[in-house]
C-alpha cells in the first residue's frame, strides 16, 4: 500500500481544485469548468493527509467520520472543514456523492497579500481541528460549494473567497470543532503508511478480538514504536481507538435496530456488557437504553 501523505496537485490555470464523486470517494473528478472534468483517484476512503486545506460536503451517503482524534457518525448533508496535514477518513456505508474543494496558501502565498485576508487566520487555525459546519452557515456554505461547481475562471475564485468569508462569519454555535487537538504532521514522517495500515486492520477487524501483536506485524514495528507512533498519529492508544470504533458501531445498531443492548454490545465486540454499560455512559452521557429512547425520538 503507498504512503498516505497524499500529493494535491493543483490543474494548470488553477489556484485550486475542485472534486466531485457520484458513487465512491475513491473515483472522484476534478473539475476544470462546468463542462470539463478529469477522473481521478480518490484518498477519502483511507486515512490519510495532505498540505492543502478542504471542505468537504457529502451530499447523500451515510457512515463513520475520523478526523484527527475524532470517531463519529455522518449522514447526508455533512459538511467539515479539514485544516493543513490533519489525518482524515470517511468510512462509508454503500455509495454517496458530494463536493470538495482544496486549496494551499501557506503564509509566502501571494493569497495574503491582501489585508483582506488576514480575517481568515482565526479559521485557518480552527481548521487544524476539523470544524464540522452547520445551521444557516452549512445552508449557505453549500450554495456557495454548488455554485463553484457552475463557475470558471475569475468567477470561481471569486466564489471561493465568497465561501471563506461565509466560514469565517459563522457564529461558534454553527461550527463544531471535531478533534480535541490540532494534528499538523510531518510530511517527511516515516511511519505514515504504518499506521495507516494499522487504521485501515483496525477498522476492518474492531468486531473480533485484535491484539496488538497483530498489529505489530501489520506495521512490522516494536512494541515501544507503534505505541509511541499510533498515539501521535490518531491521537488515541489503540484501545482507545478500537473502543471508539467499536461505541460507534453500538450507537448505529441502536438507533436502526430493535436488538437487544446485549445482542448489540456483543456484535460489536465489547465482551463484557458491565464494561459496555459504563463505557457507553461515560462517553455518550447517558446509558445505551436512554440513548435509543432520545435517537427514536
Same mark, same amino acid.
Given at each position: ?58 451530499? &447523500? %451517503?451515510? *457512515?463513520? @467520520?475520523? $478526523? !484527527? ?11 467539515? /472543514? ?44 480552527? &481548521? %487544524?481541528? *476539523?470544524? @464540522?459546519? $452547520? !445551521? ?11 455554485? /463553484? ?44 503508511? &504504518? ?19 497483530? /498489529? ?82
Amino acid at each position: 500500500m503507498r504512503g498516505e501523505r497524499e500529493q494535491v496537485h493543483f490543474p494548470a490555470g488553477h489556484s485550486f481544485r475542485l472534486l466531485r464523486w457520484t458513487e465512491d470517494v475513491s473515483h472522484v473528478d476534478c473539475l476544470l469548468s462546468p463542462t470539463k472534468a478529469e477522473p481521478l483517484s480518490g484518498e477519502g476512503n483511507h486515512w490519510h493527509f495532505h498540505a492543502a486545506m478542504e471542505l468537504t460536503l457529502f451530499a &447523500a %451517503g451515510t *457512515g463513520t @467520520r475520523f $478526523v !484527527g482524534d475524532h470517531i463519529g457518525p455522518f449522514q447526508s448533508g455533512d459538511l467539515v /472543514l479539514l485544516g493543513e496535514n490533519l489525518p482524515h477518513y470517511w468510512h462509508t456505508r454503500g455509495s454517496s456523492r458530494g463536493l470538495s474543494v482544496q486549496w494551499h496558501f501557506p503564509q509566502s502565498h501571494p493569497f495574503w497579500a491582501f489585508p483582506e485576508t488576514l480575517s481568515l487566520t482565526g479559521l485557518f487555525e480552527k &481548521a %487544524g481541528r *476539523g470544524v @464540522r459546519i $452547520v !445551521g444557516a452557515t452549512a445552508r449557505e456554505t453549500t450554495r456557495h460549494l454548488t455554485q /463553484l461547481a457552475q463557475s470558471a475562471g475569475p468567477a470561481r475564485l471569486a466564489g471561493l473567497f465568497a465561501l471563506l468569508g461565509q466560514l469565517a462569519q459563522a457564529p461558534d454555535s454553527d461550527c463544531e470543532l471535531l478533534s480535541r487537538r490540532s494534528f499538523v504532521l510531518s510530511a517527511e514522517s516515516n511511519y505514515q503508511a &504504518a499506521i495507516s495500515r494499522a487504521v485501515r486492520h483496525l477498522v476492518a477487524h474492531f468486531r473480533e478480538e485484535v491484539g496488538l501483536e497483530d /498489529l505489530l506485524l501489520v506495521t512490522d514495528m516494536s512494541r515501544a514504536t507503534f505505541a509511541r507512533q499510533f498515539k501521535k498519529h490518531s491521537g488515541k492508544t489503540f484501545s482507545e481507538f478500537i473502543s471508539q470504533l467499536r461505541l460507534q458501531a453500538a450507537c448505529q445498531e441502536l438507533r436502526e435496530t430493535d436488538r437487544s443492548v446485549l445482542d448489540i454490545a456483543s456484535s460489536a465486540g465489547f465482551s463484557q456488557l458491565s464494561f459496555f454499560n459504563r463505557y457507553f455512559r461515560r462517553e455518550m452521557g447517558c446509558s445505551p437504553t436512554q440513548y435509543r429512547q432520545t435517537s427514536s425520538r
